[in-house]
């Protein structure tokens, strides 16, 4: 999901998804969307330096991301991301 109506969007999301299935949220570094992420009890964040955008979350009802990838590979590769991000702000 991404745009301003992210949070009714993954409500709706919850209720059309099959107890396997996994949402994902763009730009999750905004804390003020995280209310509807209480809905998934699995989720996995990847935050990085920007305040008000970047970032992602990925939710599962039943599914753990975890089991969709893997999460230690991945967090190394964001943090890698984010080091090289930081020099190339303008």
Do not use: T
């Not at 009714?8 to 998804?17: I, R, T, V």
């Not at 989720?43 to 599962?60: C, E, K, N, T, V």
Request: proline share 6%; hydrophobic share 40%.
């Amino acid at each position: 999901m991404d745009g301003r109506a992210r949070g009714p969007c993954l409500e709706k999301a919850y209720s059309l998804l099959s107890p396997r299935g996994v949402a994902l949220v763009h730009d999750a570094n905004r804390e003020f969307l995280e209310a509807p992420w209480d809905l998934f009890p699995r989720q996995a964040i990847f935050r990085d330096y920007r305040r008000f955008s970047g970032g992602l979350w990925i939710g599962g009802k039943l599914r753990d991301p975890a089991n969709l990838l893997d999460l230690g590979k991945h967090r190394r590769i964001w943090k890698i991301y984010n080091s090289l991000g930081r020099g190339f702000r303008l």
